[in-house]
């Protein structure tokens, strides 16, 4: 393999060459640097990168060069140049969260999932760009400009995670980390024809990213192919010392590399409680990687609704029978609460988000606009100049939300609602199914622009919300295209069995060949 | 006196600092008195990307003082984020715990022993929250500092209910609370380091009523003595409010210790709605109903079981046992000392007596007090056994304090062991007579009263050597 195959080559592939030695760590950023002026990931074109410092990043691959000769083990990232969203934050590069109230903050520490990729030899080529604290659908929140999508450059890439998810699709990355509170991974993803992933909330330490949604968020990987997220995921998954909601669970190995390995044990936490200590829940019955034998899919009702797109309706079915014919069983289910995620997330999202948001007051770091008229003035003209339209909407809606007479009526039923929509999995989990499909998204790409009412911009979260409510993993794989546009196909399984919902997507993956990106 | 026409009601909410090596929910030392802004990290800066960790050992401490104020301890308490905006708060909100306390439903039973009546005051809950930064107002003129030591570190805070009638009864409600909880060893209690903090809720109504009057809440008081001013002044103006047909606004005021008023506070602290939900950070806490079992069994003694115990075993009066019980440490040493020495009455006679001297004159610590309790007792045996007499006793136990030596090495080396020879004491004896003749020839003669000055003389001669029993005995068969 040479590097001047870089933008064809998967994460592992370019750890493997580089750890032999074929490849220098070196080789490999100037190429990624280099896709990406060839591509335009610059202000000016697709607008992917809001930091990038080629210099330090070739040094930071540089002063690898004499542990590969001590043969050092570099880890299993050894050399890859990786894409981070800008809400996590990063020693060296900026973390601005595309936002104007944190422009050029530098972050003193760096966040777990960070400091993970690199102990396993990635290096960091870019923080990519996002809608403004992870809120939005679209990228076009970001106080830098949108994201275009390399695919299509009159359309977004999706969003928040846009940035990351275009410079995977734009071969820059093979992988790169996003965000999600809502569906900010995969809604990307199935946009620019990447694989999204949003592990298990408590999967991946939360150190290091920037709160939006404290219940909800959970750092997410991008990559390529399956196998580039399920390395990415295994790398920075597992307890952190530093984050109290990320659980202590065992880290299965999800590459298909390690495929004969038994099925690790899979934990039934109790996601309401979230106390210590799980009660086991037999591993489900998952056969060899060229099989899903004895696998039972489950296809939602709720989510496959007489307007979905027949398109869109298209392609799951083509997927839904390759999955058959690698031995699946497809069920009707029904998750009877999803129709009412939106609205419950509409009202937890900004409650948190309101709260997560204060420190931005012009008192420690970020922007300060002091009129010279007293301590109130300083916080609204900070606040009011530093925030964007959308997460000011957000604020007021959460304020609103936990204020004294309405918290009953709005915050604490929506909890209530989120527990039934999390019971309705649960439930569906426990009959049987190994796996939930669903379309990612409602449509495809849309363009920059077209879209100009927030309520029709939530609703490109229709499908991806319930996961992030009810706490358990999905992903997003590419499952064809329409008009050239990606679309992708939903996968989600039970809380901390990631491994199950890899297992289906390799063999998805696998299935649809060259009609995942037809 | 319109007063005695209104009764004070008053509950006090307690806020005590935690006696943690560090920060509530972050690694910082939680030590006061660092050069500002130098116990921080990006937890406690509120740095985007910063999240909480609870301190186990101030979940530890918050329990024992639950616990030993007899509260019900809830198995699942909830973190709450309590939201405002201040330059000293820097999440702009504080972690705190609202409808799920840690605990709820204990008391204080106060001792009033002049009258021997005893004052129950109901403990309303007890929760775990952490402090706010500090703003300092007077150090650059026209600007405000912010010293951000001070946030995060971790607070129980004590709610009573409003059970309190005088302001007599609150100080004495305070200074009980403050002793068990030195007893507890949860906190330094110091209210001028301000590791303990109090802010007053105070209504008036006439004896009888039911109902509540309107309440204030009166803080920035800096002692306990300070409070009992406060209370005063506040039922004083609210009376006098009452009685020309006004009516009590619900309002937080201050208390100006210079000019001993209340003053309005410029924040409008009841227009605040804090927007309290469940810290989504933070996992509930749950404890393990045998921890807390546990806890409750290796409670440390508290002061009345104290009290009444040390009264009983070492034949102690009230006021005594109130002395020594004054705080834990003193009590341990005096305990130590009567039990080594198996004499309570010596052992509270050193203690209050020469003891206090000493360390008030050294400005020690009692726990670093140089005499330690078996000394102390080791001399106490040395006096009972007419090894050295009282006298000596003094001068061994000042060598004691400042060189550590024992009492006997002391006591030898000085020459100062009491010489009970009958050969010895009457060369000493003779000698005197002959140096004073003429006090010899009166005595002898019959002037009983100037024993007393003979002994004095041998026991100047001797050095305070000579056992004074035997002098006299020598003395008055010389006489007779």
């Known amino acids: 393999m040479s590097v001047n195959d870089y933008t064809r080559l998967g994460a592992a592939q370019i750890a493997s060459s580089v750890r032999a030695g ?122 830098f400009g949108p994201t275009r999508n390399p695919l299509d450059v009159r359309r977004v890439p999706g969003g928040s995670s846009g940035g990351s998810a275009a410079a995977v699709a734009a071969g820059i990355t093979p992988i790169a980390l996003g965000s999600e509170t809502g569906g900010s991974v995969r809604q990307p993803a199935a946009f620019c024809g990447v694989v999204g992933v949003k592990p298990t909330y408590g999967r991946v330490s939360r150190y290091g990213l920037v709160a939006f949604a404290s219940s909800l968020d959970q750092i997410g990987v991008l990559g390529r192919t399956v196998d580039d997220a399920a390395l990415a995921l295994e790398t920075i998954a597992g307890f952190d010392a530093m984050d109290s909601t990320s659980s202590d669970a065992d880290v299965p190995i999800y590459r298909l590399a390690s495929l004969g390995k038994p099925a690790p044990e899979a934990r039934n936490p109790d996601a309401q409680a979230m106390r210590i200590g799980r009660s086991p829940i037999p591993p489900p019955p998952l056969p060899g990687p060229t099989t899903l034998e004895g696998v039972v899919i489950g296809r939602p009702k709720e989510y496959f609704p007489e307007s979905l797109d027949p398109d869109i309706r298209h392609r799951c079915d083509r997927a839904l029978d390759r999955l058959r014919s690698m031995g699946a069983t497809v069920r009707d289910i029904s998750l009877p609460r999803s129709p009412l995620a939106i609205p419950v997330y509409y009202i937890l999202a900004p409650a948190e988000a309101s709260s997560n948001l204060a420190r931005f007051d012009g008192v420690r770091y970020g922007l300060r606009v002091d009129p010279g008229k007293g301590l109130k003035a300083m916080y609204e003209a900070t606040r009011s100049e530093g925030f964007g339209p959308e997460v000011t909407r957000r604020i007021l809606l959460g304020t609103y939300v936990l204020s004294a007479g309405y918290y009953d009526a709005y915050y604490k039923k929506a909890q209530a609602v989120r527990t039934l929509i999390a019971d309705d999995f649960r439930a569906v989990f426990a009959s049987g199914v190994h796996a939930i499909f669903t379309p990612t998204t409602p449509t495809t790409a849309f363009p920059i622009g077209a879209i100009s009412d927030p309520y029709e911009m939530y609703l490109n979260d229709i499908f991806t919300v319930t996961a992030n409510l009810a706490g358990v993993p999905a992903m997003s794989v590419p499952i064809g295209r329409i008009r050239r546009l990606p679309v992708g196909g939903q996968i989600i399984t039970a809380h901390f069995d990631e491994y199950a919902m890899f297992r289906v997507a390799y063999a998805l993956e696998a299935g649809l060949g060259a009609e995942a990106h037809q | 006196m319109t007063q005695s026409r209104y009764e004070m009601v008053v509950g006090l909410e307690v806020h005590v600092q935690l006696k943690t090596r560090t920060k509530a929910f972050c690694g910082c030392s939680a030590d006061f008195g660092a050069p500002p802004n130098t116990n921080v990290c990006p937890v406690c800066l509120a740095l985007p990307g910063a999240l909480p960790v609870l ?35 820097p999440k702009g909100y504080q972690i705190s715990q609202f409808d799920q306390p840690l605990a709820v439903g204990g008391s204080v039973v106060v001792e009033r022993s002049e009258k021997g009546t005893d004052l129950r005051i109901g403990i309303t809950r007890l929760h775990m929250e952490e402090d706010a930064g500090k703003s300092i ?47 507890l060893d949860v906190s330094d209690v110091s209210m001028e380091e301000g590791s303990l903090r109090v802010d007053a809720n105070i209504s008036v109504r006439p004896p009888g009523q039911g109902k509540l009057g309107t309440k204030t809440e009166v803080k920035n008081m800096n002692s306990f003595s300070a409070v009992e001013k406060a209370l005063e002044a506040e039922f004083a103006r609210q009376c006098e409010l009452l009685d020309s047909g006004g009516n009590v606004e619900q309002q937080t005021l201050l208390w100006d210790g210079a000019k001993e008023t209340v003053r309005p506070s410029r924040t409008k602290e009841g227009s605040h709605d804090y927007r309290y939900f469940p810290e989504p950070d933070l996992r509930p806490l749950v404890l393990d109903s045998k921890w807390v079992e546990h806890t409750r069994k290796d409670l440390p003694e508290l002061p009345t079981a104290k009290k009444t115990r040390l009264a009983t075993e070492y034949e102690l009066s009230v006021v005594e046992v109130e002395q020594l019980t004054a705080n834990p440490a003193l009590a341990e040493y005096f305990e130590a000392a009567a039990r080594a020495s198996s004499d309570g009455k010596a052992a509270y006679n050193w203690v209050m007596g020469e003891v206090q001297v000493a360390l008030r004159s050294s400005a020690e610590d009692i726990g670093h007090f140089r005499v330690r309790p078996a000394d102390l007792a080791q001399l106490i045996t040395l006096v009972r056994d007419g090894t050295i007499s009282h006298t000596a006793a003094k001068r061994v136990f000042a060598q004691m304090a400042e060189t550590g030596k024992p009492a006997a090495q002391i006591a030898a080396d000085e020459g100062l062991v009491q010489v009970g020879d009958e050969g010895a004491i009457a060369t000493w004896v003779d000698e005197v007579l002959d140096e004073h003749p003429e006090e010899a020839a009166r005595y002898l003669a019959g002037e009983k009263k100037l024993q007393g000055v003979l002994v004095g003389f041998v026991m100047k001669k001797s050095k305070g050597r000579a056992d004074p029993r035997r002098v006299n005995q020598l003395l008055s068969s010389r006489g007779g």
């Open chain 2, 137 to 183: 107002h007077d150090r650059y003129p026209g600007e405000t500092a912010i010293d951000l030591n001070r946030a995060g570190v971790p607070l129980i805070e004590i709610v009573s209910e409003p059970d309190i009638r005088t302001s007599a009864g609150a100080g004495a409600y305070l200074r009980t609370l403050k002793q068990i909880l030195q007893y």
């Open chain 2, 55 to 89: 301190n186990e050992h101030a979940v530890e401490l918050a329990v024992r003082a639950a616990v030993g104020l007899g509260c019900r301890i809830d198995p699942v308490s909830i973190f709450a984020r309590k939201n405002y905006f201040y330059p000293d708060l």
């Open chain 1, 22 to 143: 074929e490849a220098s760590p070196a080789d490999m950023i100037g190429a990624s640097f280099k896709r990406a002026a060839e591509i335009g990931a610059g202000p000016d074109e697709l607008n992917i990168f809001l930091h990038s410092d080629e210099k330090a990043s070739i040094e930071e691959a540089e002063q690898m060069r004499p542990r590969i000769q001590n043969a050092t083990d570099l880890g299993v990232l050894a050399g890859v140049p990786v894409a981070i969203k800008d809400n996590i934050a990063s020693l060296g590069l900026p973390t601005t969260c595309g936002s104007k109230v944190l422009r050029g903050y530098v972050s003193p520490f760096e966040a777990t999932a960070i400091a993970r990729l690199r102990a396993n030899g990635a290096i960091i080529v870019a923080k990519t760009n996002m809608d403004e604290f992870a809120m939005g659908s679209s990228t076009e929140n970001s106080a």
